[in-house]
């Protein structure tokens, strides 16, 4: 496996800032607003998801990341497939391997499906029942934030990403016990598993095991370790609900730092909207003294951009608008 080790900021230690929602409580749609608002990431409890299904399918995560790795290897592909140190295609790398999969409803598990596995259906209605749970736990929260947004009619973001021909990935990442992380060869520094980046799509859902490693970055800069939790759901917005909100929301950097001791076990699950939605900010959300910040693009053409950058990249930057406000500094 390829290694990037380098000195990162040691992230914030203590009390955790990340806000926890409440799904059993309706209130919580002031406060899943604000999470949004400030840190673009929370916590979802109460969430109903079955902790028998998450567990099913975190053991057969491991089992089948235990295969040698030249059966591995029989299903690594681009863009979907297995996937070893290399992210991407544009030279990223880090401390991890991965499995990635279309979520689309009617993809079925595809040619890529790992039939090398002892017991490949167990594999495959896992991921079947996953995808099908997280993409209606996915819609329940978007429409909490268009309550708490104040906007109508309720489905406006959720039907982006509910429809059978949405563009959805399912990542299951597995990051070993990483041996470099020993202070007395490496001087204590840090190994990345996956570099700093934002999820493209709207939003994303991220359940792991409970090994640390995550971290997100604050508005002021600073990195913040998020407490693992296998019993819940950590959402983040993208860049793309980042553009339907005019900025209003951030779409969080966020990483994962190897463990030297234990593996972590991620899957995430990227709700993505049809190759056609166009992405622009709501019009319902502005007040007419606003401006739009950024031109708009179809999610296929930010998809196609994404996938040509390189992870760390501010990829919404070249869609951003040169507002009255800026042309005035310009001028002067
Ligand atoms: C370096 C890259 C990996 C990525 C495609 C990209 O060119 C830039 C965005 C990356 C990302 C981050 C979130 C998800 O993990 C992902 C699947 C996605 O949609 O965008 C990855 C892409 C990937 O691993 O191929
Ligand atoms: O594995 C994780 O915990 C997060 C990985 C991630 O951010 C991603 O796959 O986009
Ligand atoms: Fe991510």
Not at 19 to 24: E, N, T
């Amino acid at each position: 496996m390829a290694v990037l080790s380098k000195q990162v900021a040691v992230p914030k230690s203590g009390f955790s800032p990340i806000p926890v929602i409440d799904m059993s409580e309706p209130e919580s749609k002031h406060a899943l607003v604000k999470a949004c608002e400030d840190f673009g990431f929370f916590k979802v409890i109460n969430h109903g998801i079955s902790a028998e299904l998450v567990s099913v399918l975190e053991h057969e995560t491991v089992e089948f990341f235990s295969l040698p790795k030249s059966e591995k290897t029989l299903v690594a592909g681009y863009p979907f497939g297995y996937g070893n140190s290399n992210i991407g295609r544009n030279g990223d790398v880090g401390w991890v391997e991965y499995l990635l999969m279309n979520a689309n409803l009617d993809s079925g598990s595809g040619p890529l499906f790992p039939s090398l596995l002892k017991s490949p259906g167990n594999f495959r209605n896992a991921l079947e029942e996953y995808k099908t749970s997280v993409r209606k736990m996915t819609c329940d929260v978007l429409e909490m934030i268009t309550d708490g947004l104040g906007i109508k009619p309720r489905n406006t973001l959720s039907k982006l990403v509910s429809d059978q021909n949405t563009d959805s990935i399912l990542r299951l990442n597995h990051y070993p016990p990483c041996p470099l992380i020993n202070k007395k060869t490496n001087g204590g520094k840090n190994v990345i598993g996956f570099g700093e980046h934002t999820d493209p799509q709207i939003i994303s859902v991220l359940r792991s095991n409970n090994t640390s490693g995550l971290q997100i970055n604050l508005t002021d800069g600073s990195w913040v370790a998020v407490p693992p939790d296998h019993s819940s759901f950590f959402f983040n917005v993208g860049d793309s609900l980042q553009v339907m909100t005019n900025g209003r929301f951030k779409s969080v950097r966020h990483r994962v730092l190897a463990n030297g001791d234990k593996s972590r076990v991620s899957m995430i699950y990227f709700a993505g909207p049809s190759l056609t939605q166009r992405i622009a900010p709501l019009t319902c959300l502005m007040d007419n003294e606003d401006e739009m910040l950024y031109e708009e693009f179809t999610w296929s053409e930010y998809r196609n951009s994404a996938y040509n950058s390189r992870l760390s990249d501010n990829r919404l930057q070249q869609f951003e608008r040169k507002t009255t406000h800026d042309n005035t500094l310009l001028n002067d």
